[in-house]
């Protein structure tokens, strides 16, 4: 079975500095593992996905995130945090049945 | 567009009613999910269908059940609404690329 621990349900950057979402996986065979963003009152969307391929993927927004397999981790990045960022944070991980296992999200909250 | 929608929006019903969820999408997907969201837990699975006639259960299936009579559709139902139902309920569907979902836009559950 496969989980994923987001570590710290709230947190607060200022706008223009770096944002970090810590997300780190348990899986016994290799895993896909994906970022997803929910905004207030809607569902969630794809952020970005890494499937084994480059270890450091690039999604919409300006976010990027990096596979560190030694580590276990797939941490969500990105330079400079905008107004528009607000948002909660889900990291999710499956294998090859699809079924997405997601974690207990991160609420980002920006400060002007 | 193709999408995907779920309805009611905003329920409120009475302990021990049978309440139905609808959920109906257009991007002719064979795969369509039922989560749950909760304060703490993140998003749970509760049904899972793969294609017409087919339903799994998810992770937390208890007092839920669903049917695939056609593609597009996946109602879930609760037999008898319990306090403990009270949730944001979000459909998914996809194409089959694993971990790529779809959401709706959530129903909002209040069961008193």
């Known amino acids: 079975a496969q989980s994923v621990t987001q570590l710290g349900s709230h947190v607060s950057v200022s706008e223009g500095a770096l944002v970090l979402l810590r997300c780190n996986y348990s899986?016994?065979?290799?895993?896909?593992l994906f970022w997803y963003v929910q905004y207030p009152n809607q569902g969630l969307q794809l952020l970005l996905k890494y499937t084994s391929a480059a270890t450091l993927v690039k999604g919409i927004n300006g976010f990027e995130a990096e596979f560190k397999k030694s580590e276990t981790s797939f941490h969500l990045t990105k330079p400079s945090a905008h107004m528009s960022d607000a948002a909660e944070y889900f990291c999710?991980?499956?294998?090859?049945?699809?079924?997405?296992?997601f974690g207990t999200g991160t609420r980002l909250t920006i400060i002007p | 567009d193709a999408e995907i929608t779920q309805s009611p929006r905003h329920k409120i019903t009475e302990t021990g009613r049978q309440v139905t969820l609808a959920c109906h999408q257009t991007?002719?997907?064979?795969?369509m999910f039922w989560y749950r969201q909760d304060l703490g837990h993140g998003l749970r699975l509760i049904h899972y269908?793969?294609?017409?006639?087919?339903?799994n259960k998810g992770e937390v299936s208890d007092g839920y059940s669903v049917s695939r009579s056609n593609t597009e559709d996946l109602p879930l139902t609760l037999e008898s609404a319990a306090s403990s139902q009270t949730s944001v309920y979000f459909c998914?569907?996809?194409?089959?690329?694993?971990?790529?979902?779809?959401f709706g836009e959530g129903s909002r559950l209040t069961v008193l």
């Open positions: 999710a991980v499956t294998t090859f049945d699809e079924k997405l296992t």
């Open positions: 899986s016994s065979v290799p895993p896909y």
């Open positions: 991007w002719n997907h064979n795969n």
């Open positions: 998914a569907s996809s194409s089959g690329i694993p971990g790529e979902l779809f």
């Open positions: 269908s793969y294609g017409v006639q087919d339903t």
